[in-house]
C-alpha cells in the first residue's frame, strides 16, 4: 500500500491568511485526492490531480502535483471560519482502493 | 444526483454483542462499495471493498464482516463487539470510470 505523509499536522491562521498543506509519497501518485472532513461527519471531495504538474482550483482553494508525482499542495487563499477543519490527502494505488494520509487539522481564528 | 446513506448515525453497544451497519447509495449502478474505519487522531483504514454482489474482499483481518447482498447496499456486521471495535465507520462508493470514492456521513460506534 501507498503511505502518504501530511504536513502540518495542525496549524491555526488567522482568518484572511493563506495557507498550505503539504502530501508527499514515497511512491509515484498515479491519483491525488483531496479530502476536506468537519468533525463527526463524512468526507467531502474536494479535487483529484493525475497528471504531472498540474493545478486545480476551487473557489479559493488550489491543489497542485508536482512534476515527479510524489508530492501535492493544498492551498487556501484568504482563510474564512468555513475553510475549518480537516483536510486529508488520498492516493490511488491503481486498483480502486486509496490510501490516506492522517490528515490536517485547520482552525481559522477570527 | 447520486446519494449515500448511512445508518444509524450513532451507536453505543456492549462488548460481546452483535453489530450490523447499513449502507446504501442511490442514484448509480454497480458501484464499487468501501468500508473504512477512522479511529481517534488517525487516518483511514479500509476495512473491506466490493466490486459486485456478493464479492468482498477484507483488508485487515479482524472480528469484522462485511456483505453486499443487493447492488447498492453494503453491509458490516459482526458476531461479538470488542472494545477496540470503537470508532468512526464510514462508507463510501466509486465510479467504474474514474477512482474518486465518495463518502457518506459515516456511524460512531462506542462500545463500552
Known amino acids: 500500500s501507498q503511505e502518504l505523509e501530511q504536513s502540518p499536522q495542525s496549524l491555526i491562521v488567522q482568518e484572511g491568511k493563506n495557507l498550505t498543506i503539504n502530501c508527499t509519497s514515497s511512491?509515484?501518485?498515479?491519483?491525488l485526492y483531496w479530502y476536506k472532513q468537519k468533525y463527526g461527519e463524512g468526507l467531502i471531495f474536494l479535487m483529484m490531480?493525475?497528471?504531472?504538474?498540474e493545478e486545480k482550483s476551487h473557489e479559493k482553494i488550489t491543489a497542485k502535483l508536482d512534476e515527479k508525482k510524489q508530492q501535492s499542495s493544498l492551498h487556501i487563499t484568504a482563510s474564512q471560519p468555513s475553510h475549518a477543519g480537516i483536510y486529508l490527502c488520498?492516493?490511488?494505488?491503481?486498483?480502486?482502493?486509496?490510501?490516506f494520509g492522517a490528515g490536517t487539522t485547520v482552525t481559522v481564528r477570527a | 444526483s447520486q446519494t449515500i446513506h448511512q445508518w444509524p448515525a450513532t451507536l453505543v453497544q456492549p462488548v460481546g454483542s452483535p453489530l450490523s451497519l447499513e449502507c446504501t447509495v442511490e442514484?448509480?449502478?454497480?458501484?464499487?462499495l468501501y468500508w473504512y474505519r477512522q479511529a481517534a487522531g488517525r487516518g483511514l483504514q479500509l476495512l473491506f471493498y466490493?466490486?459486485?454482489?456478493?464479492?468482498i474482499s477484507s483488508e485487515v483481518p479482524q472480528n469484522l464482516s462485511a456483505s453486499r447482498p443487493q447492488d447498492r447496499q453494503f453491509i458490516l456486521s459482526s458476531k461479538k463487539l470488542l472494545l477496540s471495535d470503537s470508532g468512526f465507520y464510514l462508507c463510501?462508493?466509486?465510479?467504474?470510470?474514474?477512482?474518486?470514492?465518495?463518502f457518506g456521513p459515516g456511524t460512531r460506534l462506542l462500545v463500552l
Open positions: 463510501a462508493w466509486g465510479d467504474r470510470l474514474g477512482e474518486t470514492q465518495y
Open positions: 511512491k509515484t501518485l498515479y491519483g
Open positions: 490531480l493525475q497528471k504531472g504538474g
Open positions: 488520498g492516493a490511488n494505488g491503481g486498483d480502486y482502493k486509496l490510501s
Open positions: 442514484g448509480t449502478s454497480n458501484p464499487n
Open positions: 466490493s466490486v459486485g454482489i456478493g464479492q
